[in-house]
Structure formats: C-alpha cells, structure tokens
C-alpha cells in the first residue's frame, strides 16, 4: 500500500499542469454547490420568516358538530297541513370553543417538535376612533405565551406589548396610519358579540404584511374572552414547530390522538409550499450536473494519464506489480485530486 501512495503521488506532483487544471474543476464545482445550496436555503428562511413568521404553524380547533335535519330536531315540522318542502333544511352550524383548555393544553405539551403552545380567542370586531369604523380581527392571548408565535416583539414601532394590561390594545401600523391613531390614544372597540369597550392604544405593530398590519389587533387574553362572550373558553390553540415542515405531521398525529381539528400551514398554504418544492428541485438539479462535470474532469483526465503512462505500467508489471495494485494507485491519484479540490471549494463556498 505504501509503494502504490508514493507512486501516486509522484504521477501528481510530474503531472502539474493537469493535476492542477482536475483540482481547480472539481473545487469549482464543490463551490457552486455550496454557493447555490447555501443562496437557496438562505432564501427559504427568510420566505418562511417573512411569510408564516407570524403565523401558526397548527392551529387547534375543537370539533364542530354535524348538523341536523329541521325536521329532526322539531317534529311539528313536515307533519300533515304543514309546508311541504324538496329541500333538506339544516340547522345553521354554531362555532365551537374549547372548554377543557388546561387539560388539551398538558396533552399537547408532551407531543414532539412543538415549542410554543398559545390558547387564543379570536373574532371580529370594529374599531371606531371619531366618526370612523375600521373592521378587524381581535386575537386574545396571554402575550408571553403567544409572542413565540406571533413573533410581535420584535415587529413594535413604538409602544409595548408584553406587558399589556386588560385596557390595552395593540394596533397595526397600517390601522393607525389610516385611522390617525396614535400611541396613548382612547379608542372604541365593538366585537361581533355586540360587547363594547374603551381601549387605550399600548403599542404599535408592523410586521409588512398589509393584512395584519391593517386588519389585526391584540389584547390579553381575558380581555379577548370579554370581549367575545367566550367565558373561560378559548377558541382555538396556537402551536408552533421546531421544524415548520413537521407541521402536517403533527397536525395529523393530534386529530388521531386528541380528536381535535386541527389546520396546518402546509395545507392553509399549499401555492407557497409548492414554491418551495421548486426552489429545491431546482437546487437539486444544480447540485447534480456540477457533481456530473466534476466526475467527468476527473475522469477525462486520468483516462488521459493512463494512456500517457502506458510505459510505466509496462515498467510496473516488469517489476512484479499486480494489476490491482495498478489500479490502486490510480484511484488513489483520482482520492487525492478529489479530497483537495473538494477542501479548496469547501473554503471557497
């Protein structure tokens, strides 16, 4: 083993030129490797940042209850003398909340991946300052709970949030760029339960997306409760992943354990995932033909050297060299030039 290391060597170090023409190729493609890969997965952050950054990644949901014939559930309906009717009339379905939020809340802290667990109460509202009416989504919560969530800390103008009382509210920027709503300022809300209340404006958000920044505020989560006659329930439990492709998973795993409605972000956003599946087929594509022509430099060049050397085996054989022996050195001269290219692009990517 040792003879066929320094005959490899020896063919390197005579062949400068080429050895140097194969190592620079495959560094070369080591470094668009790592370039596209890093360029790709780099972008991927921060598209998940910017666009579920503020977003759950499963939100749980009880159970809506299937609903029933009117006829069912009133027997008067449909007897004789009474209205005869082709349609089948059903009960309008009323939205459920979730009654047992400290035992659902347990069960999920001991589910894998999950990092940050959130009850929240949410429903619409108006927001009234002056003579005008602004329609909003209201999200009740306990803010250090659901602020791994929201990530809204890091996204304040002005103000604060964490530490909210009862008659705070926080506000997006766009709101108050709309409305001329400032920091401090006493607004009126109204939810869609007809619950009225005075709030004082705590903080200011702006996260970029026009959406929440016009249409979204946030209170404590006993405010949110008041405000839409939910009592102690909650509306739905806000969970976020370590890894946010596991959402499916274990959204999955929680309606077959728990019995629970759940929506994951996968799903809610399936154009935005397919996006990402293209970015890394795309990156996989690449990754594979600059493999290909490192292969092919390397193998172009000691296919060369084999004719070019035809004497030496000659002369190796003469010396009792086996022919797997032969074939150790150059796959040896073939290690080397790929460990050092691969190294130098390493560097270099």
Known sequence: MRFAVRVALRHLISGRSQTVLTVAAVAIAVTVIIFIT?????LQVRLLKDFIGSLPHITVKALEKEPRLLADADPSINKSGGLATTTRQKQALQRQNIDQTSVLVEQLSH????????????????????????????????????????????NMVSGHWLDIGPDDIVI???????SGIKLGDKIGIQSQEGVSRIMTVAGIFQTGQNITDLGSVFVTLRTGQGLLNTDRN???????????????????????????????????????????????????????????????SIASVLIVSILR????????????????????IFALEGLGVAVVGAAIGCGLG
């Open 38 to 42: 890093s360029l790709i997965t780099g």
């Open 111 to 154: 589910l894998p991946a999950i990092v940050a667990i959130a009850p929240t109460v949410r429903g619409q509202a108006f927001v009234t300052h002056g003579a005008r009416r602004f329609g909003v989504t209201v999200s009740g919560a306990v803010p250090s709970e659901v602020e791994p969530v929201v990530n809204l800390k890091e």
């Open 172 to 178: 997006g920027y766009k709101l108050a760029n709309d």
């Open 234 to 296: 909650v509306s739905s439990i806000q969970l976020k992943l370590t890894d946010p492709f596991l959402a499916n998973d274990v959204a999955d795993q929680i309606t077959d354990t728990l019995h629970y409605k759940t929506e994951s972000w996968m799903r809610e956003q399936a154009q935005f995932m397919n996006g990402i599946r293209a970015q890394n087929s795309s990156s996989l594509m690449i990754s594979t033909f600059a493999l290909l022509a490192s292969a092919f």
């Open 309 to 328: 050397k035809s004497k030496e085996i000659g002369i190796l054989k003469s010396m009792g060299a086996r022919d797997s022996v032969i074939m150790v």
